[in-house]
C-alpha cells in the first residue's frame, strides 16, 4: 500500500501543488490491492520541519475538521510525511513500514517528456 501511494501520479501532483488532498492518498490506498476497511483508516500529515505538525486529515474514515492554511504550511515544507493508520484491531505498532518518494514537478515532466529513446 505504502508504495503504491508514493508512487501514484495524483498523490505526487497534490503534494507538488501544496494540497492535502486525503482523498487522492485514501484512493491510491483503495487500488493496492490490500483489504482494509475504509471506516477504520486515519491519515495524518506531517513535516519535522513545519510548527503546525502534526495534523489529522482522518480519522476512522471520516474528514477532520482542519484549517486550510494549516494543512497547506505543512505540505509547502521540503520532507512531508504522510501516516496511514489502518485501524487493524490486534496490529497496533507492529506492522509498519517507511516509503520514500518525491513529487512531480514541472521540471520533472518538462525534462521527462521531452526525449525519447
Not at 487500488?31 to 482494509?36: R, T
Not at 518525491?102 to 529513446?117: E, K, L, Q
Amino acid at each position: 500500500m505504502g508504495r503504491t501511494i508514493a508512487k501514484s501520479p495524483l498523490v505526487k501532483t497534490a503534494l507538488f501543488g501544496e494540497d492535502a488532498n486525503w482523498g487522492r492518498i485514501v484512493c491510491a490506498a483503495g487500488y493496492a490491492g490490500v483489504d482494509f476497511n475504509a471506516e477504520d483508516i486515519s491519515l495524518t500529515i506531517d513535516s519535522p520541519t513545519s510548527a503546525y505538525s502534526p495534523l489529522l486529515l482522518l480519522e476512522h474514515g471520516q474528514p477532520t475538521d482542519i484549517d486550510e492554511e494549516v494543512s497547506t504550511h505543512i505540505v509547502q515544507q521540503r520532507d512531508v510525511e504522510l501516516e496511514i493508520d489502518l485501524g487493524v484491531k490486534g496490529c497496533e505498532d507492529n506492522e509498519a513500514a517507511v516509503i520514500w518518494t518525491c513529487d512531480f514537478s514541472h521540471d520533472y515532466v518538462d525534462i521527462n517528456g521531452s526525449y525519447r529513446t
